[in-house]
């Protein structure tokens, strides 16, 4: 290993991330990954190759998910999950622990197929507008707005599409659609399970008992366009059947998600009432640029030493029972991903597995570190930076780091350890 152009790649990794987390003169996060890219390339540090070889692992999963997001935004244009949130308060019934589990369930069952971000960034306002209708008090908001920034992430395991971290790992090992799921449905059943009782026990002692139904409005009162209302089911079966026929000829998820999706803006925007400019200009556009930059970035430093020192972490372990080799593996992953962001962690993951021979499992355990071990740190993920500033600009609600973390690591840990486990269950 070239020990300057280690240090000169960690460097500029360190200053890249630095300028993503401070936002100096508030440069966006896509330019500033961009920026550290174009130093990398300027430093000799990434050469066109390696250019080549990051477009050719993430450029799948940048137009897919870019895709799904951009649905995601024209289905909460429709009123689609203001309707589903409100439609769970009813059913609860004034239970307020009741409804808390409710939305839990609800945020899992969007994360499964608009990604992490889809409910995080959508559903977390609909829910605190959803509390504040039902005069729920400040303090007791708290627990409901973690629960559904948690379970974004907890529960955005189960299928390719569900979260950028598993595009990109599927892409990478060239894992079929439903080869994927079938391998993952346990560990997210467990996962959601798990999330829903941490989550429960930490916040038992704050959740309202009852909460105020008599302003709930009307669910049918929150459609806002009928006909993109009523293509929401089927265009989740267009995308989950689509994919698993072209995962199993080899299609990549993209040339399936991205048709769907632009004939879904199609129709909205002829068809329906859904400002489908706002929803592509909404779009993460910012995230894609991170994305290219960033893995580039991570690319120059995985390839100048890096990922040899965590393929050489990784196989140290293998030697100890299987279970202990396998938590070891997701705990390192869910602590680089919590340090440095999962969407680096998980390129570094990738390439430092396919160094180590050791099969899909790896990759799996991958996937369940870098979607839990982000909630570990307010940096994880870039879903929780823009969820928590989306809750303070336009919620004036303010989420402090260290509480942040605490209840993060005090629920985090646990499921993180239970769902991998949960890979060794027979299936």
Known sequence: ???????????????TLLMVILKPKNIPIGYSALIGALIAISFGILTIHGIEIVWNIVWNATFTFVAIIISSIIFDEAGVFEYAAIKFASFANGNGKR???YLILLGAIISAFFANDGTALILTP???SLLVRTRINARAMIPFIIATGFIADSSSIPLVISNLVNIVTSSYFDIPFLTYAEAMIIPDIVSILASIFFLYIYFRKELPEKYDISDLKNPEDAIKDPLVFKLFFPVIF??????????????????????????LAVISKVKGKVDVKKAIKEAPWQIVIFSLGMYMVVYAF??????????????????????????????LFAAI?????????????????GHTHQGLTLAYVSVIANDIGPKFTPIGSL?????????????GIEIKPLYYMKTGFIIGLPVLTITLLSLLLPI
């Open 99 to 101: 409804m808390f589990v």
């Open 383 to 395: 879903a929780t930076l823009l969820w928590l500033h989306t809750l303070q600009r336009k919620r």
């Open 302 to 331: 995985g390839s100048n030493g890096f990922t040899s020192i965590l393929a050489y972490l990784i196989n140290s372990t293998s030697s100890l029972p299987y279970s202990i080799h396998i938590l070891l593996t997701g705990y």
């Open 337 to 353: 991903a919590a340090t440095m962001n999962n969407m680096p962690s998980t390129l570094l993951a990738s390439l430092a597995i």
């Open 126 to 128: 609909i829910v605190v």
């Open 1 to 15: 290993m070239n020990y300057i152009t280690f240090f000169i790649s960690l460097g500029i990794f360190i200053f």
């Open 238 to 263: 267009l995308l989950v059947v689509g994919n698993a026929i072209g995962g199993i000829y080899g299609v990549p998820v993209a040339f399936i998600s991205v048709p769907i999706v632009a004939a």
